[in-house]
Structures are given as C-alpha cells and as structure tokens.
C-alpha cells in the first residue's frame, strides 16, 4: 500500500513501515538491499517530511495511516 498524500516516496513509505514494525536500520538495509547509510538518511528525510522526531512518534503515525498494522 501506498500512501502518495503524505507526500512520500514508494521507498520512503517502506523505510517507514519497516521502522514502524520495529525493525532496525541494519534489517531494513539487508531487506531493502540498500546500505545502512542509505536507511538512515530515508528515516531523516521521512521524519523531516512529517515533521516527526522519534521513532515512536513515527510508528503512531504509520499505525494512524494504515501503513502498519499492529501486531495481534
């Protein structure tokens, strides 16, 4: 699913839901096969984009628009 409104990209949108669903930078990069690195600078682009400045912060909102689900 992707969430075009909030202004993110397709990459951007997965970074967000794989950090929402509590995985690390290092899982994300092996998953997405891109580098640490590359992570990190998704998460800040995506935080500054939403103007969110934590995690936690960040996995409400993904939770709130649908973008992860909580584990059952």
Known sequence: TTHR?????SRE????QLLSEGMTNKQIAAQLEISVRT?????????GK????N?????????REGITALES
């Open 55 to 63: 995690v936690a912060e960040l996995t409400k909102y993904a939770i």
């Open 50 to 53: 939403l103007n969110i400045h």
């Open 39 to 47: 992570v990190e600078a998704r998460r800040m682009q995506v935080m």
């Open 5 to 9: 409104q909030n202004g993110l990209s």
């Open 13 to 16: 949108n997965e970074v967000l």
